[in-house]
């Protein structure tokens, strides 16, 4: 029997009679009875908050997708808690993926390898790899150490919005379909991991994130960068429009900016400093000293508060295209597509 936190109530309610939002606590046994019990939850990781549910249990697969409102064709990543556990869930590693397994993992990587049979077809769609992740968050490794299974867990987001980095954030959009949220404080990065492939002996960034390519090259040498985007993918992982705020977001540019509507109406993000054309209050920096790894922490956060102000649109300026700066123009592209 649990009991959740209720606002208006003097006493605490039994879930699942009276009380319809998430229980939010930083309590790993807690979090385990919930999963153990094929529901689904919300945990922190370094990166984005997650929707989490037993990877070997169709049903909590598919509660997984019912909840985001996620298409069955977008596939999952399988978190667990070390290299040797991961060994089970795919056929084998490639040696640059070991290579980067022992270097980053736990870490912002997602690694896709063949996958191994006891893997259920849902959580993969269908694909014969798999994403495979060890997140580097004290509480959340502690929890999956725990289990006798791993995780299957997209950001815990409705599909398509902005991910989210904070307990709170997952509680505002999922707080009413979700029994348990684990909170484990802001997220240390702020946007998602990255994701790599293997084809032969060449290394494939599929999604830019959270560990910048710089890193990754400095481990395994030069790589390629195959992030194409489709509204309509054959090759899963490569949505165009993703990471959106209800508000148009528009990407700003010196040269084409002509302000159509009241200054007053407009939000705007940048990296380090105000637009000097726009009201101040209406701005939000990501970092005032440069610093990429601020930003990317800042992000979504930040796209979140916009989302919520008193404008018509929001403009983003881009970042310089290296480091984590192209993780972050990645994300602001893609917000940007209608
Ligand atoms: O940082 C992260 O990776 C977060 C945290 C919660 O771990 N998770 C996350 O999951 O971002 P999600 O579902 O929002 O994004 C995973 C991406 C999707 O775009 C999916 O299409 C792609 O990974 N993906 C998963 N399995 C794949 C596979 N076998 N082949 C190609 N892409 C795959
Ligand atoms: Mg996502």
Redesign the pocket.
């Known amino acids: 029997m649990y009991f959740c936190r209720n606002k208006s109530a003097k006493k605490p309610l039994i879930w699942g009679l009276r009380c319809n939002m998430a229980i939010i606590n930083s309590d790993i046994n807690q979090a385990k009875i919930f999963l153990d019990q094929g529901n689904v939850i919300g945990i922190p990781?370094e990166?984005?908050y997650?929707l989490a549910g037993n990877a070997f249990d169709i049903e909590a697969v598919t509660k997984i997708f019912e909840v985001k409102n996620r298409p069955n064709f977008?596939?999952?990543?399988v978190?667990t808690n070390s290299v040797e556990r991961l060994k089970d869930f795919v056929h084998y590693l490639p040696e640059k993926a070991l290579l980067l397994a022992q270097e980053f993992m736990p870490g912002?990587l997602?690694l896709?390898l063949p996958k191994h049979e006891s893997i259920p077809d849902l959580v993969?769609s269908g694909?014969d790899?798999?994403?495979v992740?060890i997140?580097n968050h004290a509480l959340t490794l502690e929890l999956l150490a725990n289990l006798d299974f791993p995780v299957a867990?997209?950001?815990a987001n409705p599909f398509g919005y902005i991910s989210p980095t904070s307990a709170r954030h997952v509680e505002q959009q999922l707080g009413e379909r979700i029994p348990f949220i684990l909170d484990g404080g802001e997220c240390q990065i702020g946007i998602?991991?990255t994701?790599i492939g293997f084809e032969n002996e060449e290394v494939i960034i599929?999604?830019k994130?959270g560990l910048a390519i710089e890193d990754i090259e400095k481990i395994v040498g030069k790589v390629s960068v195959n992030t194409h985007s489709s509204s309509n993918p054959k090759?899963?992982?490569m949505l165009k429009s993703h990471y959106s705020p209800k508000k148009d977001l528009l990407i700003f540019d010196k040269k084409t900016f002509d302000i159509d509507t009241q200054k007053e109406r407009i939000g705007y993000l940048a990296f380090r400093e105000y637009n000097i054309n726009l009201p101040k209050e209406n701005q939000l920096i990501l970092s005032e000293s440069g610093s990429y790894k601020e930003a990317a922490k800042n992000l979504f956060a930040f796209m979140r508060q916009l989302d919520a102000m008193e404008i018509e649109k929001i403009y983003v300026e881009l970042l310089p295209e290296k480091d984590l700066g192209r993780a972050i123009n990645d994300r602001l592209r893609r917000a940007a597509v209608k």
Do not use: K, Q, Y
């Open positions: 990781t990166t984005v997650g977008d596939p999952l990543i978190h912002p997602t896709l993969t694909l790899s798999v994403a992740r997140p867990a997209p950001s998602e991991s994701i599929f999604r994130g090759a899963p992982g």
